[in-house]
Every structure is written in C-alpha cells, then in structure tokens.
C-alpha cells in the first residue's frame, strides 16, 4: 500500500499530515528516509519509522462521537493552553483526531477516528457529505434570504454550492437548519451574514448519516458497526 495510506491507517495522523511528515523527511522505511509521496510499503515486511519510533497498522480502528460544548477549541493540542476536544475524548487510543472541525463556540457532532482513510475521505470535497446544522440567527430571515442560502451565496472564497434550508422558528431570533455538503472555514456563518441575519449560536446536528441523537453536551460515544459502514458507504466505499 501507498506509504501515506499506512501511515494514516495507522494513526499517525491524516493522510495529508502523513504527506507533511513524509517530506519534512521524518518518516524511514528499513532505515532509509522516504519523502517519495508515491513510496509504497509492504506492511509485514518492512519496518516504518518516524521520528524513530516503529509504527504498525492499527488492528481495531476506533471512531467516536462527541457532543462538542462551546468554548472547546478543535484540536488535539493547543499551545496556547486553551480547552481543546482532547480534554473531553478518551486519551486512548494514541492517534485519535478530530474529522474536520468546528468553531470555538460551536456546538454539536464532531467525529473522532483513528482512521485517517476515512477522514481524509469524508473531509474530501468529492464525496460530499452532507452536514447538517441548526443556527439561531438575528431578526427573521425573509423567504427570498432562504432561497438566497439555498441557491448559493456570494463568500469572499466563492459561491457556496447549494444547501438545503428550512425555516424552524421564525423568531426573532429565528432557528433555521441548513445543510451543506462543503466545508469551508466559518461556512454557515458567513452565509448567513451575506443575508444579514448574523448567526447567534450554531450547533451540528448530524453528519452524513450519523446523528447525534440525545448525547448530552460533552458527552462522547463510540460510533456503532453500522453506523460505521454508512460513513464508509457515505465516503463511497464499501467495508
Ligand atoms: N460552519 C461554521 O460557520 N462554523 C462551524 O463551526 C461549522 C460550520
């Protein structure tokens, strides 16, 4: 397999944080630095380091769900010593991170996984999954403002791809769930304050076709067999 796959099915890190570790020249096969992207490995036969240390393939990849509270940064290490999701996750297994993430102040579903396979591939724009959200929002979004975030606004990086948006309470302040299938930074946010209707509180309700059910905040759960196929499936690949 592709030396980026191992490393990543491992649990080292990402794919792509497996790639950085590749040509910052931290990684060795049999002794021999690989910065090659393109390197492949024979997982029972040769020997991959980095930065010295064995890495093996982890035999059970774990993936777990956590209600994320607000005011948790999304990060498995804050040099600036904030909270981070780690202090809310179980410590083990080494290599769990978070797929993707969420702002400070938001709430709400957030993956964590071992498997960096599957998250590279859930986070890949190719496969869009689907991520669902409920924003509480200044004032009360016109029915033209929903069209408008249904369509597809105009963001300084671009015109959103279309999402699926429903008024839930009209308010004020409104309660609208929208659902987006890209991941840019602070998305759902700076939709709604192309419309003018700034976002008060935003929490994720589900994510491809996991839920997050009635997990109360800041608890966390091991994702189920099935649940863990359809992410598979939801990322176009059968297990
Ligand atoms: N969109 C946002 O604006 N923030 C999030 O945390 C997630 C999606």
Known sequence: MRLQRFLARSGVASRRGSEDLMTAGRVRVNGEVVR?????????VDVVE????????????????L???????????????????????PRDPAGLFPVGRLDLETTGLLLFTTDGDLAHRLLHPRYHVEKVYHARVQGTPSPEDLDTLAAGVKLEDGMTAPARV?????????????????????????????VEHAVISLHRESFGPIRLGDLA??????LGSEEVAALWRAAGSDV
């Open 67 to 89: 209600n994320k509270p607000a005011g948790y940064v999304t990060t498995m290490n804050d040099p600036q010593g904030r909270p981070t999701v780690a202090d809310i996750v």
């Open 166 to 194: 429903r008024l839930l309470d009209p308010g004020p302040p409104a309660s609208v769930e929208i659902a987006i299938r890209e991941g840019r930074k602070r998305q759902v946010r700076r939709m709604f304050l192309a």
């Open 217 to 222: 905040a800041g608890a966390h759960r091991a």
């Open 36 to 44: 090659e992207l393109g390197s492949r490995v024979d997982p029972l």
């Open 50 to 65: 980095v930065d010295g240390r064995v890495v093996t393939l982890a035999s059970t990849p774990v993936y777990i769900v």
